[in-house]
């Protein structure tokens, strides 16, 4: 046989066989380990192409006019326009920049139509939303927004729409994900997105049937027990000020005042003799539940008659709190009672009718279908009354407290076509001073908030705008009784008649969601003020200085000592531990705290 002889290179040297030596102790496993950084390095790049593009320029149709988007050192956006709908087009189009996947999701939970994204399992929430109708709402909503409100809407949408039209990599991580492509923005998209703050902010239904499932258990007194009773001794935003000039004599009667605890925010303002500077100062921390991204977006927009910033919701135009150059604002949540169930009695020869008072109505029905992703679809009947949509099929745990031959109806202030809330949100930050500041607010339905009020002329004011139902008897305690009309809602608390206060003898206006309202406000507005343990805290520390600047505001924001846990402490470490070791443990905590 002949041998094969190796080669040579120049020079006579013997040459090697060429390869990657040192992988070869790992065979093939070397190769897949090197072939998947590859990928995951492209994937990454890839991936980066869904950032937001915040250099060079971009040509958009829709807009009038040129605008300028500066992103801050935090990346903050400061949009510069020369109209007022190019600012929110601007502002539509960056926060699709920034939260595209926040907006999506946020708009399909009030639309109802989770499912289409995440199959069946989001099948009992849609269904839920879907019998409410907020986002059908949302759209008739629309239609009664004045001219300039549907402009800035449209607006918007359309910037949002730009974005999507124009985006040149792959959208973000989450749809990919899922498979997911989003469909153009809509102005009910916005609206509906409110409409689900106010759920968050408003309520009491649920609490209404939590309480008549433990009817069956407890007696009145015990099941008042468990949502203990505002503080006599706390402190009431209202109360140890001068009453407001309102005309009292056409107020409705006294209705019971029965507060609950709840949790929440805080707002303050100082007059300018409580501070270093001599003007004015505010502060204002949303307790809203923690989340990612954040529920705020910080913007700052100027045009022809604007010039806002603050904290925008992703899907809205305009910052729902912060500051113009005359003025800032600030809300906290009233925790108002703006929900009641009530039990409707059927026909008992026609069940397609339910009483009223003197007779009877037939339900108005409507039919909704819920298209599932990788399922069939799904059709809902939805039935409803006077009072509001049939929820008794969607509320759990209804049949503990449901007699047969019934049904439950929900009523909520948001449900209603006329609600305007959306219009203010879109030229909160136009106002030029207090008086045309509340003048916008008249138009704030939903949800009651607390809202302050501080300008660069020395003002400080507070008003709760928003509609809170005047029942004909009751306090929305527990579910109603539907077909007597006892309980009925005939009206809303009148604009003049809400809490307000302006410029106080005291140059401070506190709200921490304690109770709002003295012994002889005559409206109801709910039970479940929380504790004063935080106002008081607040009320304790502006007190200590009458020179505060904003370094001692963001100090009072950032203290952690809790006035309810001093309280309570001293009762815990007194206690004679009976659960072994890790009850021992947890006093000889306490102890040291």
């Known amino acids: 046989m002949a041998r094969r002889r190796k080669r040579k290179g120049p020079f006579g040297l013997q040459r090697r066989r060429r390869g990657f030596r040192w992988w070869w102790p790992f065979g093939g496993l070397g190769a897949l380990i090197l072939l998947a950084i590859f990928v995951l390095a492209a994937g990454y790049i890839w991936l980066r192409g869904s950032l937001p593009e915040i250099d060079g320029e971009v040509q958009l149709a829709g807009l009038k006019g040129p605008v300028e988007v500066i992103r801050d050192a935090h990346a903050v956006p400061h949009i510069y326009a020369e109209s007022l709908e190019d600012a929110a087009f601007a502002m539509g189009f960056v926060h699709a920049q920034d939260r595209l996947w926040q907006m999506e ?3 399909r939970i009030g639309a109802g139509r989770l499912s289409e994204m995440f199959g069946a399992e989001s099948l009992g929430y849609d269904r839920f939303m879907r019998t409410l109708g907020v986002y059908r709402v949302a759209e008739r909503t629309f239609e009664n927004l004045d001219a300039a409100a549907q402009d800035s809407l449209n607006a918007y949408s359309a910037g949002v729409n730009g974005f999507l039209a124009t985006r040149e990599g792959p959208l973000p991580l989450e749809f990919l994900l899922i498979s997911h492509e989003p469909e153009p923005w809509r102005p009910a998209d916005s609206i509906v997105w409110m409409k689900m703050m106010a759920w968050d902010l408003g309520g009491n239904a649920l609490d209404e049937a939590l309480r008549a499932r433990m009817a069956k258990l407890l007696d009145a ?6 949502w203990p009773g505002y503080p006599k001794d706390g402190p009431a935003v209202l109360e140890s000020q001068a009453l407001p000039d309102l005309p009292w004599e056409a107020l409705a009667a006294l209705l019971p005042l029965r507060p609950l605890e709840g949790m929440g925010s805080n707002n303050w303002a100082l007059s300018g003799e409580h501070t270093k500077s001599g003007s004015t100062l505010l502060a204002n921390d949303p307790h809203l539940g923690l989340q990612i991204p954040s529920l705020w977006y910080l913007a700052h927009l100027n045009a022809p008659g604007m010039d806002v910033a603050g904290a925008t919701l992703p899907g809205m135009p305009l910052p ?6 005359n003025f800032a604002w600030g809300f906290t949540n009233t925790n108002p009672d703006v929900q009641d169930l009530f039990i409707e009695r059927l026909h008992p020869d026609d069940p397609n009718r339910y009483l009223i008072p003197g007779g009877s109505a037939p339900f108005k029905t409507r039919q909704e279908t819920i298209r599932v992703k990788d399922g069939d679809d799904v059709e809902l ?7 509001g949509p049939i929820v008794s099929d969607t509320i759990g745990g209804s049949s503990d407290f449901l007699p047969a031959g019934h049904a439950v109806a929900f009523a909520w202030t948001a449900l209603r076509n006329d609600d305007l809330t959306a219009q203010v949100a879109t030229r909160i930050g136009l106002a030029e ?3 045309s500041f509340t003048a916008i607010l008249r138009d704030f339905h ?3 908030q607390n809202i302050v009020f501080a300008d660069i002329h020395g003002n400080i004011g507070y008003i709760a705008p ?5 029942r004909r008897s009751g306090n929305g305690w527990m579910p109603a009784k539907g077909w007597t009309g006892e309980q009925d809602w005939v009206g809303f608390i009148p604009f003049a008649g809400l809490p307000r206060l302006f410029n106080p003898r005291s140059g401070r206006i506190i709200t921490a969601n304690n109770k709002v309202v003295g012994p002889r406000y005559p409206y109801f507005i709910t039970r479940d003020w929380s504790p004063p343990h935080r106002a008081q805290r607040i009320e304790a520390l502006l007190g200590e200085t009458d020179a505060h600047d904003s370094r001692s505001f963001a100090a009072i924001q950032a203290d952690t000592l809790s006035v309810a846990a001093k309280s309570l402490l001293p009762r815990l470490i007194a206690l004679v531990p009976s659960g072994g070791d890790a009850a021992q443990n947890a ?3 306490l102890r040291a705290w």
């Open 221 to 226: 007194d015990q099941i008042a027990e468990l």
């Open 320 to 325: 729902v709190l912060g500051r113009t150059p």
């Open 446 to 448: 939903a949800p009651q």
């Open 105 to 107: 999701f946020q708009r």
């Open 381 to 387: 009947s939805v039935r409803e009354t006077r009072h």
């Open 433 to 435: 001073d207090w008086d």
């Open 587 to 589: 006093l000889i905590r």
């Open 466 to 470: 928003g509609r809170v139902p005047i």
